[in-house]
Every structure is written in C-alpha cells, then in structure tokens.
C-alpha cells in the first residue's frame, strides 16, 4: 500500500491561486486506507475549496487512482463538466496525480504527499518493510529486509548507531540487524550471519523504470507511454 | 618517526591521534595541532565529516600532514560518496602519499548540520575494506585493471559496548575477512568490559595479523562523561568513573580525566590487552601530548 499524507491545505490553497473551477480526484485503494483521498476527503476538500470561493466542479473518487484508463474512463464520461475546469486538484499519491496528468492537459495539482509503501499493521498504522530495490535478497536475513528497515540499507551487519537494540536515527524504530539476528537464531539459521554480502546492483533499478513488454521481470528504461 | 603501518608490523603498542578539521578555511588551530602531534604518535586519523557535520576534508588534510612529514590515517566515510567517488578519493589519496585509509560507516546525516541530505551508503565498510583490498591488487571494484595500484595499510572500527555485541562481533567478523589490517574500536572506558571483548575479537582473528586498537576519549569533566552515556550509542562510562571525577573541583576534573585516559594506556600496554590506542581529545589536541607523557612515566 502506498502510505501518503495529505499536503497542508494552505499549500493546496497556494498551488490553486488563480484556479477558481476545481475538479477534485480521489483515490479507491490506497489514499482511501490511508484516509487522504477516499471519500470523506474528497467531501471535505470540496467543503474547504468552496468557503474559500472556489467553485467544486465535479469530484470522482476513482476505483484505482493510479490506472491511467480508469482515470481518463472517468474524467471522458464527464467531460462536458471537467471542461469547464481550470485546475485538477489529485488526492492521492504521485502515481495517481500523474496518472491524472496523462487524462488532461490542464493544471494538476498534488493534494498528498507520498510517503512510502507501507506494510498495514492495523487501521492507521503504518510500517515500511520493502523499498522496491529491484532484487530481493530477504532471504538472507530472515525475510527482514535491511535494505529499508535499516536506516543506512547496510547490507553486512549493524553500524555503531544501534542502541540497546533500537536504531540511532530513529529511537523509536528497532535496530534492523537486531531483529534480523534474532530471527536467524530463531530459525536456526545463524549460519547466514556469516555470508558476507555484495553491494546492492542499482543498476536493476535505473529510474524510470517500466516494464514494456506483457511477461515476468522485463524492466526497461522506458518513456511511460 | 616511522610509519603507523611498520609500527604495527613491528608489534610495538602503537599510539594514534586525532585531527578533526575545522568548518571554514582558518587552519590555524589544526595545523598546530598536526605540528604537535605528528611526531609523538604513530599516526594521525583525520575526521570525515565527522557526526555528519561539513567541514574541511578528511582528504585535504591527510596530504598535508603528509606534506608535514607526519603519518595520517585518511578516515572514509560511505555516508556521502558513491562507489565511484570513494575509489576516486581513493586514488586521490594514494597519490598524495597517503598509505592509512580507515573504513567507516559514517554517521546518518539526520544526526548532523545538513540533515535535509539525501545518504549514499552505496558501499558499506565491509565493502569499502574489500575495495581498498582490490585496488592494492591493482584492480578497481569492478575488476578493472589499475594502471598503478595503491598501497593501502586499511582499517576499520568496532564498538565493544555495542549493544546487543552479538551482531556487531558478526559484522567485526565480516571486516576481518574482507581484510582489514587494523581496527580502532569506539570510545571504551570499563577495562574489564574491553577486557572480554578482546578475548572475543581475538578468537576472531586468531590466524591473522590483524592489530586492535582501543578507542581512547579524553573524559573532560562529569557533565561530558554523562551525556556521552546519554546520548552516544555504544559508550559506557562507568560509576566508578564518574565518581572518581565527580570527586574533584569542576575546574581540575579535565586534568583527572587525563589522569584517566593515561592510566587506561598503562594498562592496556603493561597487560598487553591490545595493540595499541587511538586517543582523542576532541579540539583539545594540546592535552594529548602530556597524557602520553603520563602514561609513559612509571606509575
């Protein structure tokens, strides 16, 4: 799940100076978990836009906010309304405003702020475990990933920051290598403890990344279209 | 006065100091600090951004003490270079004449003064070791062939009073395979602690040459004693310590504390504990010079 937060409103207000018709885009999936663009968001975006005289043209929660077509599907079976509009105001991650962007030419505005994929551990309650690095190697350490659970991705064993077992960066979050070590004892697994580990290839993971082609694991430098 | 390398090879108790390069051009202080250090210690580490503060760097300063006959001990970080960069300064290094390279970690930059900064950690350490282990070989990370190869003496740090130890004497371990020649641990002050923490290093490195260094700060009075056990993960200044500092007037607790950090070097040199130390006085480099002398005065 994509964890976001929604932008201070005088932001918003900022980014929309001189927009007065306003299309608002929500998001079904993950802004709506993460409470920043289901629904009741949209509705109290609309609410806050219009007392400060802007004019709500229309507002969609989208069934994925990041699916280009369900996106255009939406804003092409309204497009008489969503003509009228000056500005996109997108509350979602940055994946659904860019999705938005590719559906129209007009002024799109964030509404989130993206933060991380984020493990749910219960309602509003966010952890991040995996930052996409392109080839997993958690098996190593006992399905822990190092790579984003430690503050520094070390990816050979703890740094000198680890403070009784929590980690120096952040006291409230656990030293990575902490839990890591324990769950190979826990498995009795210590011999992974010993593997000495290559650097991570980045290379795998060169931004932009798309997959081009329909079929496993072809990612390509590409273009998004 | 020789090399920090032909010291340890030799077996004697190696001495090093500290250089921590100012923020801003006025080197002033620091060059008289290398002036009075260079030629009564073995070696010479200079700071690289140290706790993630700008400042001059560790690489400038490591030629000019070589400029200034002394040895330095060129500290790297990977905290704010890539793999290219650091085998750049790398070679940099080696042709300014600098042969000690320490491998860090680095400080997260959230710890120090830009801390907007995006972090490499790119390599880490234990893969900064094995670089500096390649391009002696004459090859680059990649296996590229060198056109020349360095000569690097490489060192890497341990944190005795880690805690928990069990991971960082795994990652310790990773070090002394990927080569280092030479490690300086993290500020130790309980003697026994660090006692039993070289009984397990050294079982570690049973079967190499590899030379422990303690990790000496200069306690300056009870109120840096106490936020250091505060506030720096990995140090552990006992009670007894504290008390015995506690003990005298305010203004005469730094000299105990030099009274402190000589003792800890007679011990560790008299009992054989370890190969040498590595003492900093943190911008108080004009002290250095008379604990040595104390430590060296019988006691």
């Known amino acids: 799940m994509i964890i976001s937060q929604k932008k201070p409103f005088e932001e918003i207000l900022e980014d929309l100076e001189g927009d007065t018709k306003i299309v608002i885009i929500g998001c079904g999936e993950c802004a709506t978990a993460t409470r920043t663009g289901g629904e009741p968001e949209v509705a109290e975006m609309k609410a806050q836009l219009e007392e400060e005289g802007k004019e709500v043209v229309f507002t969609d929660v989208v069934h994925t906010g990041c699916h280009e077509l369900d996106v255009k599907r939406v804003l092409r079976q309204n497009k008489q309304v969503v003509a009228e509009a000056d500005a996109f105001l997108v509350l979602s991650c940055g994946a659904g405003t860019q999705a938005c962007r590719a559906a129209t030419d007009k002024h799109v505005v964030p509404g989130c702020d993206?933060?991380?994929?984020?493990?749910?551990?219960?309602?509003?309650?966010f952890l991040e475990k995996c930052s996409h690095c392109g080839a997993c190697v958690i098996d190593d350490y006992g399905a822990i990933c190092p790579i984003t659970r430690c503050a520094k991705g070390l990816v050979n064993g703890p740094c000198g920051g680890t403070n009784h077992g929590m980690c120096e960066v952040d006291p409230e979050m656990p030293c990575a290598w902490t839990l890591?070590?324990?769950?190979?004892?826990?498995?009795?697994?210590?011999?992974?403890?010993?593997?000495?580990?290559?650097?991570?290839?980045?290379?795998?993971?060169?931004?932009?990344?798309?997959?081009?082609?329909?079929?496993?694991?072809?990612?390509?430098?590409?273009?998004e279209e | 006065m020789g090399t920090y390398r032909d010291a340890c090879n030799a077996g004697n108790f190696v001495v090093s100091g500290e250089i921590g390069p100012p923020k801003g051009t006025n080197v002033t202080n620091m060059l008289h600090h290398i002036d009075l250090l260079k030629d009564l210690v073995d070696g010479l580490n200079v700071t690289d951004n140290q706790s993630a503060v700008m400042r001059l760097g560790s690489?400038?300063?490591?030629?000019?003490?070589?400029?200034?006959?002394?040895?330095?001990?060129?500290?790297?970080?990977?905290?704010?270079?890539?793999?290219?960069?650091l085998q750049s300064d790398l070679l940099s290094a080696a042709f300014l004449g600098i042969t000690n390279v320490l491998c860090l970690t680095g400080d997260h930059p959230s710890v120090g003064d830009h801390k907007q900064a995006k972090s490499v950690f790119d390599f880490d350490s234990v893969h900064l070791i094995q670089c500096c282990k390649k391009m002696n070989e004459g090859h680059d990370w990649e296996g590229n062939e060198l056109d020349g190869a360095t000569d690097f003496y490489v060192g890497a740090v341990v944190t005795p009073e880690a805690d928990p130890l069990e991971p960082q004497m795994y990652k310790f371990a990773r070090k002394v395979e990927a080569g280092a020649d030479f490690f300086q641990t993290q500020a130790v002050y309980d003697m026994d602690n660090f006692q039993r923490f070289m009984e397990q290093a050294r079982e570690i490195t049973t079967g190499t040459e590899v030379k422990i260094m303690a990790g000496l700060v200069v306690l300056t009075g009870v109120g840096?004693?106490?936020?250091?056990?505060?506030?720096?993960?990995?140090?552990?200044?006992?009670?007894?310590?504290?008390?015995?500092?506690?003990?005298?007037?305010?203004?005469?607790?730094?000299?105990?504390?030099?009274?402190?950090?000589?003792?800890?070097?007679?011990?560790?040199?008299?009992?054989?504990?370890?190969?040498?130390?590595?003492?900093?006085?943190?911008?108080?480099?004009?002290?250095?010079?008379?604990?040595?002398?104390?430590?060296?005065?019988?006691?």
């Open chain 1, 114 to 125: 993206p933060l991380f994929l984020g493990n749910i551990q219960r309602s509003m309650d």
């Open chain 2, 224 to 299: 840096m004693a106490k936020y250091m056990n505060r506030a720096v993960p990995g140090i552990f200044v006992p009670d007894a310590l504290l008390d015995e500092l506690g003990a005298v007037a305010k203004e005469d607790q730094m000299k105990k504390g030099m009274e402190i950090a000589a003792r800890h070097i007679r011990f560790l040199r008299d009992n054989e504990v370890c190969d040498g130390v590595h003492v900093m006085a943190i911008g108080k480099e004009e002290i250095v010079p008379e604990i040595l002398q104390m430590a060296n005065a019988p006691a």
């Open chain 2, 59 to 85: 690489l400038a300063v490591s030629g000019e003490i070589v400029r200034r006959g002394g040895d330095p001990i060129f500290q790297a970080t990977c905290r704010d270079r890539n793999r290219l960069g």
């Open chain 1, 180 to 223: 890591i070590h324990e769950q190979l004892k826990k498995e009795g697994r210590e011999d992974k403890r010993t593997k000495l580990h290559e650097p991570k290839d980045w290379n795998v993971v060169r931004r932009p990344a798309a997959i081009v082609e329909r079929g496993p694991g072809k990612l390509k430098m590409g273009s």
